[in-house]
């Protein structure tokens, strides 16, 4: 059996944000003239890199490692490119269908609600990209498996609605929670809960790249050779693996504002030799603060350039 991984971009990037095409520079408008210019942002980009050297970030190394334990192809889901493969050179971009940044696209498309089903599919019907569909059907041989946070598995799960069943039974998904899928989706949803996250874990890390460590987890347990494999075997593999694996003790974490995280920061700056890693655990388990990964990492920044300038760099 051959596979295939399908997993979400990533915000962190290895072009600088300044060399990006920024969504903040769209002019509002309908669904089709949004994507239409956004397009031809992208076209007239300079800066060009393959899918797999601009996203960053753990998850995509853990994809990086699932790929090359299956010799298989990688696609990305993504925001501002639609479906691309991860040998495809692209332009380097900023844009989110995740609310809340200020590169969510969904804040230049009137009228609103915003639906990102809607601006996947024109995103790629104008970029002229392989639908998911086509995609899957390609060959019957093939083992789909997706990675995707819930943001980005609803904005392709209309599409995957329409696949019939013989083509969903060749999908496994990693990530997204079983409460907020449709129904016809949880046979094909692996049973990964807080346990990965759990002491017991060989892949404990953030909620951010939960997707990406489920799937990495499940090609450790999987017998490679197998020819065919069967949807129930595979929730079974799951289930006796996390039989073995506690929940993670519940910390109760102090609310602190921006001021006092980077004092901490700083505080902490040469203990953790200014590695974010490192002062985000100590934030977190030693400091017993809490700190939503985005903020963190803005705050992080800001005490960079601080700790920069006092030692004249």
């Not at 598995?153 to 329409?162: G, H, Y």
């Not at 999987?222 to 494999?229: Q, S």
């Not at 929940?247 to 102090?254: D, G, N, S, T």
């Amino acid at each position: 059996m051959s596979y295939v991984v399908i997993t979400s971009c990533s915000s962190r990037k290895s072009i600088p944000k300044e060399l990006r095409v920024p969504a903040e520079g769209l002019q509002k408008g309908q669904m089709e003239e949004v994507a239409t210019q956004w397009v031809s942002m992208l076209a007239v980009n300079s800066t060009s890199i393959s899918c797999g050297q601009l996203y960053q970030g753990r998850g995509v190394q853990e994809i990086k490692k699932v790929a090359s334990e299956l010799e298989c192809r990688v696609w990305f889901i993504s925001a501002g490119l639609g479906l691309v493969n991860a040998d495809q050179t692209v332009p380097a971009y900023n844009l989110t269908v995740s609310k809340g940044s200020s590169e969510f696209v969904g804040n230049k498309v009137i009228p609103l609600p915003f639906n990102s089903y809607l601006w996947w599919r024109e995103l790629n019907r104008i970029r002229g990209n392989i639908t998911l569909d086509a995609l899957i059907s390609k060959d019957n041989d093939n083992l789909f498996l997706l990675a995707l946070p819930a943001s980005y598995f609803d904005m392709i799960a209309p599409e995957l609605m329409m696949l019939p069943e013989s083509k969903l039974s060749r999908l496994r998904i990693f990530g997204p929670s079983k409460s907020k899928i449709n129904k016809r989706f949880h046979n094909i949803l692996m049973p990964y809960d807080d346990r990965l996250n759990g002491p017991d874990s060989p892949l404990r890390g953030t909620y951010s790249d939960f997707p990406q460590r489920a799937l990495r987890h499940f090609v450790s347990i999987i017998d490679k050779r197998l020819p065919v494999r069967e949807v129930a075997y595979d929730r079974q593999l799951v289930n006796a693996s996390l039989k073995k694996m506690r929940l993670p003790q519940v910390i109760e974490r102090a609310k602190a504002s921006d001021e006092e995280i980077s004092l901490i920061l700083q505080r902490n700056w040469a203990q953790c030799a200014g590695q974010s890693s490192k002062l985000l655990r100590l934030l977190r388990d030693v400091e017993l603060t809490a700190c939503e990964q985005k903020r963190f990492s803005r705050i992080f920044h800001s005490v960079n350039k601080i700790m920069s300038n006092q030692h004249g760099r």
